[in-house]
């Protein structure tokens, strides 16, 4: 009898973590650009490239309450002035893949720094490149710290710099194509007030570009 | 005397010149050492597969130089490249090689393609090379291959003939529009159309009129085609013809637009006159094409008169109309334009805006700023654009007048713009919304500061960046003061005015503001400052000196970071001079690879933990030296960094394999035996191939 008291507790217990959870979170809704080509090129050579992305494009459920938080926040990026654009088209809301609404960097390793000005939960991080051409973009990185310098406490969310040229180890994400759809990158509710993102020219050019960058979180309690 | 004396100075120049060149001169290569160099590299590029490196390309690229300037050798080449293609290379290798083949081609490779070409394995290999030939023996063997090669190579060659507008083909391509296979037929029907003679315009001609369906309407776009040909061979009165009787056939929507603007292209009629002829006729479908011909109106014409004359048209019409009319610079339509850009379409709002530019004044200022305060997006950024655009002197001052009466969103907007117009006149007026109460005017304050103010503004500037009020402003102010000092000539001592300053800030983030500034000045003038500073009371500080001498443009500051990472028993400052090390070393061109790789080495050994070593690995992965790759090979014991030591090996044997095949070559069949990658032993054995083929 005591035992099934206990059997029967435990269920409950777990039953009502699950509605808890269940109530808590809710499916991240990511508003798309238009696409800018269709289909895949057949021609792209490209070694441990990802072609299923849009079949196995997973779902994101993030806490009620998360919203944009890089929104407007203030952007650092690595070499000279940028080549077109300014810094600010990164987080300005506009993903579409036209003229203006991207920033391009010099060529080479750079990356873009996000200070978010607080620490935050950080859920999913959306990234658009440059996505009016099937392009791949080479040794991208994201990593999320409290440190400017991302020197302690360093998470690396994602990698595909898989011989290790930027110096952040050799990582096993894979290559992508750029669409429409971006990238979206598991943040797993970790904390951190900088994003920083990285990358190493692409197919097309040794240049960088960055259309938009969103993340997703809520303000650290 | 004088004919004397100027006829030595020629004879002297002449020597003098010849001597100067003389080196040069004897640098020509001959023609069999060309060849020779040519062979080795097509023995490398036949393992070339499209994601491995190109380490060679730099040596094809000069060696082809070369061959086109040496007939000998570029038969030579020809016929190398000729059997570099019917060889076992890889297809990448094939694909590379044909590019170029295609640029050297004679007649002498036609037997040999012509061959290939009836392969369907090598047909698209062939073609992308004969097709390139100018003479008229390749159309010739393209023309006999058609009817013995497979559907898809078919298609691609009937393709390639309308491309090299092979005349002789007309008669060949005009057997096979009526081909039951479609993928064929609308080729030749295309090809007839690019090909563009009369012959070929009669052909489409009947064919337009014979076949039924989609087929008609891609004969007649075709017939179009040969119609735009005989306007770009000046034959006008021609395609005139082609054109009306295309338009008269009433064919789809989308060839009339094509045929009534090639009317327009080869009329002699009065272009005004034209487009109020066409619109005026009840064609709907077809007006918005017509509207798009005022674009192509000659500047000196007054298209202004086609509204007095046209009525009736839909309100989507009669937008499209005012637009253009606009954008031609006729301000008659200003009222309508910004009944435009208040449309709900924003389409039309976005075109409205474009056109404002051109016909826009000073009492159009406050309308855009407030356009570019309230729109998103691409709107927002047209509004902007144009609003730094409209020209006119009264445009700047009328800006610079309204700031003062303007709410908060329009007066940043307006300042804004003050460093998109380039206004000179306004850094004093900047300076002063620098310290505005609202954070949005300063900001874009200090921005167009960064873009209007001369090397002699700088100490207000600096106090600008001294007085900001919050992060963000400071670090603003700080991308501005920079920019400044990059106005400065070349040689100018640009950090002047900062150290003039520096002794009297206590403020560690103001103090952090410049020394990062000093550090993007990169002035070794500089470097004793910024070493002071390395031992300054807060640690912040140091940390930003740190900083500093990492982005520095030479090496000079190589000593001071390995003496901080060596040292320091603070993790934070030991990994930022750890980085700044490695990336001044792998910057230093005064260092050997030998050299290089000892201070890599050193510093993998004062590393403090993982992180930090794959960091240093990175930098073993640039090193191009046997030291360097055997130091990699060593680290495959350490478990924590395999991946990262398997992808040093891999880079520097790559780029070390070109200057020591033979000790590469060693090094990497002992890796063989001790990693257990797979994919890692497929490279080395990919590249040990191409060694072997050396």
Not at chain 1, 45 to 72: I, S
Not at chain 1, 112 to 132: C, G, K, P, Q
């Amino acid at each position: 009898m005591t035992r099934i008291f206990i059997f029967l507790a435990v269920c409950f217990s777990f039953i009502s973590v699950f509605f808890v959870r269940a109530q808590d979170l809710q499916r991240l809704e990511i508003s798309y650009p238009p696409p800018m080509y269709i289909g895949t090129p057949k021609d792209m050579e490209v070694e441990r490239l990802e072609r299923t992305w849009e079949l196995n494009r997973p779902v994101f459920y993030v806490p009620e309450g998360t919203y944009n938080v890089a929104r407007d926040k203030w952007i650092e990026s690595t070499g000279e002035e940028p080549v077109i654009g300014n810094l600010e088209l990164i987080n300005d809301g506009d993903k579409e893949g036209v003229e203006g609404s991207y920033v391009e960097l010099g060529s080479g390793h750079q990356y873009i720094t996000i200070d978010l000005e607080s620490s935050f939960n950080i859920y999913a991080i959306a990234v658009w490149h440059y996505h009016s051409k099937a392009r791949v973009y080479y040794d991208i990185i994201v990593q999320i710290s409290d440190d400017p310098d991302f020197i302690v406490d360093v998470q690396t969310l994602f990698n595909n710099d898989y011989d290790n040229s930027s110096g952040y180890g050799a990582g096993e994400d894979p290559n992508y194509i750029e669409t429409n759809e971006g990238r979206i990158i598991d943040g797993r509710g970790f904390q951190a007030r900088f994003v920083r993102l990285h990358s190493n020219g692409n197919t097309d050019n040794d240049l960088n570009h960055y259309t938009e960058v969103e993340i997703y979180g809520k303000p650290a309690d | 005397m004088n004919i004397r004396k100027t006829n030595s100075l020629v004879l002297l120049l002449s020597l003098f010149f010849v001597l100067t060149n003389f080196h040069a001169l004897c640098q020509v290569r001959p023609t069999k050492d060309i060849i020779t160099g040519m062979e080795k590299l097509l023995t490398i590029i036949s393992g070339y597969e499209y994601d491995k490196s190109r380490v060679w390309l730099q040596d094809f690229q000069n060696i082809m130089q070369e061959i086109y300037k040496d007939p000998e050798a570029l038969k030579g080449t020809e016929k190398l490249m000729l059997q570099f293609i019917q060889s076992d290379a890889t297809p990448a290798g094939k694909q590379f090689i044909c590019k170029h083949l295609g640029t050297i081609a004679t007649k002498k490779s036609v037997p040999v393609l012509k061959v290939m070409l009836m392969d369907e394995n090598t047909a698209e290999m062939a073609l992308f090379v004969i097709e390139k030939i100018p003479d008229p023996a390749a159309g010739k063997a393209m023309r006999n291959s058609l009817p013995h090669a497979d559907e898809k190579t078919q298609v691609a060659i009937i393709n390639s003939l309308g491309i090299r507008r092979d005349v002789k083909s007309v008669n060949l391509l005009a057997k096979i529009i009526c081909e039951t296979n479609p993928l064929i037929s609308e080729s030749a029907l295309s090809a007839l159309g690019a090909i563009g003679t009369d012959e070929a315009a009669d052909i489409l001609k009947s064919a337009s009129n014979i076949l039924t369906g989609d087929k008609k309407w891609l004969a007649m776009d075709a017939w179009l085609k040969c119609a735009d040909r005989f306007v770009v061979d000046s034959n006008p009165a021609k395609a005139l013809i082609i054109y009306k009787e295309v338009f008269n056939a009433r064919p789809p929507a989308f060839l009339r637009k094509a045929a009534v603007k090639g009317m327009y292209t080869a009329t002699d009629e009065d272009p005004v006159d034209f487009i109020i002829k066409h619109l005026k006729s009840d064609e709907p479908d077809i007006l918005p094409a017509i509207i798009s011909l005022i674009y192509k109106v000659p500047e000196n014409l007054n298209a202004g008169r086609i509204l007095n004359e046209i009525t009736g048209l839909s309100e989507t019409d009669q937008l499209r109309l005012f637009i253009a009319i606009a954008s031609r610079g006729d301000r008659s339509v200003h009222q309508a334009l910004i009944e435009a850009i208040n449309n709900e379409d924003p389409e039309f709002r976005k075109a409205g805006l474009k056109a404002l530019a051109r016909i826009g004044n000073s009492s159009d200022i406050l309308f855009l700023a407030e356009k570019a305060s309230t729109l998103r997006g691409t709107e927002r950024d047209i509004a902007r654009e144009s609003l730094y655009t409209i020209s006119g002197q009264e445009v700047d001052q009328a800006i610079l007048s309204a700031i003062e009466h303007s709410d908060t969103k329009i007066k940043t907007e307006l300042i804004r713009s003050i460093g998109d117009r380039n206004i000179i006149s306004a850094t004093s007026l900047l300076l002063k919304y620098s310290e505005d109460p609202e954070q949005g005017v300063r900001v874009e304050s200090i921005e167009s500061l960064g873009k209007i103010a001369f090397p002699d503004d700088l100490p207000e500037m600096i106090r600008v960046l001294v007085n900001a009020q919050t992060e963000r402003e400071r670090k603003i102010a700080e991308t501005a003061v920079h920019l400044v000092t990059l106005k400065m000539p070349d040689g100018a001592y640009k950090s002047k005015d900062i150290l003039a300053i520096l002794p009297t800030v206590n403020d560690p983030a103001i103090l952090n503001s410049f020394i990062s500034i000093l550090g993007e000045i990169g002035d070794d003038r500089d470097l004793s400052v910024l070493r002071d500073y390395l031992d300054y009371e807060v640690p912040d500080v140091q940390l930003a000196a740190i900083r500093a001498l990492s982005v520095w443009p030479n090496a000079a500051p190589k000593e001071d970071l390995k003496t901080i990472a060596e040292t320091t028993e603070d993790p934070r400052k030991h990994s930022l001079a750890l980085r700044g090390y490695i990336t001044v070393v792998e910057a230093d061109n005064n260092l050997s690879e030998d050299q290089k790789f000892n201070e890599i080495r050193h510093a993998f050994d004062i590393a403090a933990n993982t992180d930090e070593q794959k960091i240093v690995l990175s930098g073993l992965g640039k090193t191009i030296s046997v030291e360097a790759l055997k130091f990699a090979i060593k680290l495959l014991d350490k478990k924590e960094l395999v991946p990262e030591a398997e992808a040093a090996i891999m880079l520097i044997a790559s780029d070390l394999s070109w200057a020591n095949p033979r000790e590469t070559r060693e090094e990497l069949k002992k890796v063989l035996q001790l990693t257990k990658n797979e994919e890692l032993k497929r490279d080395i054995e990919e590249l040990l191939d191409i060694l072997s083929k050396r």
